[in-house]
Nanobody
Framework: VQLQASGGGTVQAGDSLSLSCAAS????????MGWFRQAPGNEREFVAA????????HYADSAKGRFTISRDSAKSTLYLQMNGLKPEDTALYYC????????????????????WGRGTQVTVSS
């Protein structure tokens, strides 16, 4: 699976951004998908994940209530709607696909994901 994230940018605190992740290559369907982010000097951290069927999601505490992960299997695209952005959300955002297909476990560690996009920069100014 090849992944390409897009939609990042520079916004003010309180603004919204919508990230997209287009998948190609092996079929998008059947893979749990996740969003991760990494700020300079920090380790990569989990943001959100969605089950291959689209009927289950999981969020990091920092994302709950502000971010929404979704997927459109027909378009082979993953989304992350981010509302109420804060300066601490500033990071390089990556989309990733789980190493296993049709898994019922939404994983939160990067090592569980085998396929990664290049990342898209999100910068939130105060």
């Amino acid at each position: 699976v090849q992944l390409q994230a897009s939609g990042g940018g520079t916004v003010q605190a309180g603004d919204s951004l919508s990230l997209s992740c287009a998948a190609s290559g092996r079929t998008f369907s059947g893979y749990n998908m996740g969003w991760f982010r990494q700020a300079p000097g920090n380790e990569r951290e989990f943001v959100a994940a969605i089950k291959w069927s689209g009927d289950s999601t999981h969020y990091a505490d920092s994302a709950k209530g502000r971010f929404t992960i979704s997927r459109d299997s027909a378009k082979s695209t993953l989304y992350l709607q981010m509302n109420g952005l804060k300066p601490e959300d500033t990071a390089l955002y990556y989309c990733a696909a789980d190493r296993l297909r049709y898994s019922y476990v939404l994983r939160t560690t990067g090592v569980s994901y085998d396929y990664w996009g290049r990342g898209t920069q999100v910068t939130v100014s105060s």
